[in-house]
């Protein structure tokens, strides 16, 4: 069994590059979800899919950011013009939505780790 | 808003040595709470999950708890291979989790 992926490990762009990361959940799950995690802090949310549509995006994203899951398997994040205040750790997880009332356990990749010179 | 707040921020043991890590949560609706794993430079490795207060749950020498306001992790006999940052989290109304900024465990032999 493979958990969550994610590709590049590690991006280094210069200030105003467009970026993309790729994220794979673990096959029968139906729930993906984007984090971002700086230095020091825990994992702030940014958005989440069920199967193929985006069901909540957090302030946080700005509209440089995009987040796509095409037939509801693998999901992209695009940044347009990065600043150097996007360097962080982005973090993908999935989750099987099953249990009415209870909340996913959400099982986390490896993370990108994303610089901006 | 939804709140999770961790202490102490870095907590070092000896080897052997028990504590507690705490997890304070001020969320709507409650539907989970979550400890995970965190090493250095790597994504966090799920620990546990806790619905309703009362409830307790046990790995190796991990132990999670949860009342109506807080959890705790407890750590009987740490090894030095235990040292990691612990994260709690708390999903409630919505399916986001809010996480804690971490506790960082360090276990000297």
């Known amino acids: 069994d493979t958990g969550v992926s994610q590709d590049p490990r590690h991006k280094i762009t210069k200030r105003g590059q467009n970026v993309t990361f790729r994220c794979d959940p673990i096959s029968e799950h139906n729930r993906l979800y984007w984090y971002r995690q700086t230095l020091g802090q825990g994992p702030e949310f940014l958005t989440y899919?069920?199967?193929?549509?985006?069901?909540?995006k957090s302030r946080l994203l700005s509209d440089r950011f995009s987040a796509e899951r095409p037939k509801g398997s693998f999901s992209t994040l695009e940044i347009q013009r990065t600043e150097q205040g996007d360097s962080a750790m982005y973090l993908c997880a999935s989750s099987f939505s099953s249990m009415a009332g209870a909340g996913d356990t959400q099982y986390f990749g490896p993370g990108t780790r994303l610089t901006v010179l | 808003e939804d709140q999770v707040t961790q202490s102490p921020e870095a907590l070092r043991l000896q080897e052997g040595e028990s504590s507690s890590l705490n997890c304070s949560y001020t969320v709507s609706g409650l539907r989970g709470l979550f400890w995970y794993r965190q090493d250095p430079g790597k994504g966090p490795e799920f620990l546990f999950t806790l619905y309703s207060a009362g409830e307790e749950k046990e790995k190796e020498r991990l132990k999670a708890t949860l009342t109506k306001k807080e959890s705790f992790l407890h750590i009987t006999a740490p090894k030095p291979e235990d040292s990691a940052t612990y994260l709690c989290?708390?999903?409630?109304?919505?399916?986001?989790?809010?996480f804690g900024k971490g506790i960082t465990l360090s276990v000297r032999p």
């Open positions: 899919f069920q199967n193929e549509a985006q069901l909540e």
């Open positions: 989290a708390a999903t409630g109304a919505n399916s986001k989790l809010t």
